[in-house]
């Protein structure tokens, strides 16, 4: 009796395998995201908390990003009012500009350009902090002394971040405010009718729905880049790819969670 044909190879699907390993990829990417983040808040809520080190994380986030985050909030908002100014001015619309640039700057883009210069230069940090200490082995002496990483790495990393985001956002999106005016200024706006229209457009919910979405941005960005390196291979290459994985995926889910906010502000 012959013995049974031993099955052929998986046949290759193509495009529809790629993308059915890459939708797979990216699922447990966020899966373990997810569980990085549940581990994270439940050893908050324990207590387990170094004030110091906190601390030191979020001067790092905060203070270090804030030059960056102002400066790019002003000339973003300064381009956006010379596209509505020209528009607004001619339809005699004067009085709706500073209402629109502080509505759209305070709940929208203060929050969410904060975010993407925080994801730029913390989230890289981090990510190459803890990957570097992947790779040199430093994570194992860590375990070796019965510490667990998560505790004493991630922990003061996610509550900087939700420390820093918030007051980091509010501050550019005032930036982002005050740099939009000199436009304004220079195509015939008034200050009163500027700053008028600006103190009746923004309210407390588009204030308080900006700092929740720095809030949330916040949590994404540390989590995500602490998972990144300390998920990192073996390798000096491997540092350099988490670094670029880390950034490239904390900017599309702070775009996609912003998305999802901006569905429920509405």
């Given at each position: 009796?012959?013995?049974?044909?031993?099955?052929?190879?998986?046949?290759?699907?193509?495009?529809?395998?790629?993308?059915?390993?890459?939708?797979?990829?990216?699922?447990?990417?966020?899966?373990?995201?997810?569980?990085?983040?549940?581990?994270?808040?439940?050893?908050?809520?324990?207590?387990?908390?170094?004030?110091?080190?906190?601390?030191?994380?979020?001067?790092?986030?905060?203070?270090?990003?804030l030059p960056m985050a102002a400066l790019t909030c002003v000339f973003t908002s300064a381009v956006l009012c010379l596209y509505v100014t020209d528009l607004f001015s001619r339809y005699g619309f004067n009085e709706f500009i500073g209402m629109l640039m502080g509505q759209v700057v305070v709940r929208e883009m203060g929050p969410l350009l904060t975010a993407i210069v925080v994801a730029s230069r913390e989230g890289s940090r981090i990510a190459a902090e803890l990957a570097a200490m992947k790779v040199t082995e430093q994570l194992d002496a860590l375990r070796s002394l019965a510490t667990d990483p998560v505790e004493y790495l991630v922990v003061p990393r996610y509550l900087g971040g939700?420390?820093?985001?918030?007051?980091?956002?509010?501050?550019?999106?005032?930036?982002?405010?005050?740099?939009?005016?000199?436009?304004?200024?220079a195509r015939g706006v008034s200050s009163d009718v500027y700053w008028g229209s600006v103190m009746r457009g923004v309210s407390v919910s588009h204030v308080g729905g900006g700092l929740v979405k720095a809030?949330?941005?916040?949590?994404?960005?540390?989590?995500?880049?602490?998972?990144?390196g300390l998920h990192t291979g073996f390798g000096a290459a491997a540092v350099g790819r988490s670094v670029t994985a880390s950034v490239v995926l904390c900017i599309l889910l702070v775009h996609i969670a912003d998305f999802g906010l901006a569905l429920v502000f509405a």
């Open positions: 009796m012959s013995a049974p044909a031993r099955p052929g190879p998986v046949p290759a699907w193509g495009p529809i395998g790629a993308l059915g390993a890459a939708v797979t990829a990216s699922a447990e990417v966020v899966g373990s995201c997810v569980l990085l983040w549940g581990q994270t808040v439940r050893l908050v809520r324990a207590g387990r908390i170094s004030l110091g080190a906190t601390l030191r994380q979020a001067d790092a986030v905060g203070v270090g990003s939700l420390l820093a985001m918030p007051l980091l956002s509010l501050l550019s999106s005032m930036a982002g405010v005050a740099g939009a005016y000199p436009v304004a200024a809030l949330l941005f916040g949590a994404i960005i540390t989590i995500v880049a602490s998972r990144t």
